[in-house]
């Protein structure tokens, strides 16, 4: 698992230094219009490519975040299950234990 993470991070630092390769090397402005044609945006090309890459990894989480939020709650309800088993059992043995240390327990003698 650390070897597919260490990966991940390789990956994003060779974008992030395609990006500023990018920016370097295309110094031009980019126009971009705007929705319902109420005009346009300029922006630099590195500028441009980093807000697409933005936008990019937000519709990714986007995508992933159903599965995240299905997980963190099986993992709640299997431990909330668990909990109650445990429960269960400890009264269980709790029960069984009781009336054995009711019988033994310590006389008072008279005197």
């Known amino acids: 698992?650390?070897?597919v993470s260490f990966l991940q991070v390789l990956f994003?630092?060779?974008?992030?230094?395609?990006?500023?390769l990018v920016t370097l090397e295309n110094p031009g402005l980019?126009?971009?219009p705007l929705p319902l044609g109420g005009g346009e945006f300029t922006l630099s090309v590195?500028?441009?490519v980093a807000v697409f890459l933005l936008l990019g990894a937000a519709f990714m989480g986007l995508l992933l975040l159903p599965g995240l939020w299905r997980e963190r709650l099986r993992r709640g309800?299997?431990?909330r299950l668990r909990r109650e088993a445990?429960?269960?059992?400890?009264?269980?043995l709790q029960a069984r234990l009781r009336p054995a240390g009711s019988a033994e327990g310590?006389?008072?003698?008279e005197g």
Do not use: I, K, S
């Not at 994003?12 to 500023?20: F, I, K, N, P, R």
């Open 77 to 79: 309800h299997e431990a």
């Open 106 to 109: 310590p006389r008072e003698e």
């Open 1 to 3: 698992m650390r070897l």
């Open 30 to 32: 980019v126009r971009l």
């Open 12 to 20: 994003l630092l060779g974008l992030l230094a395609y990006l500023a």
């Open 86 to 92: 445990e429960e269960r059992l400890t009264a269980t």
């Open 46 to 48: 590195g500028a441009g």
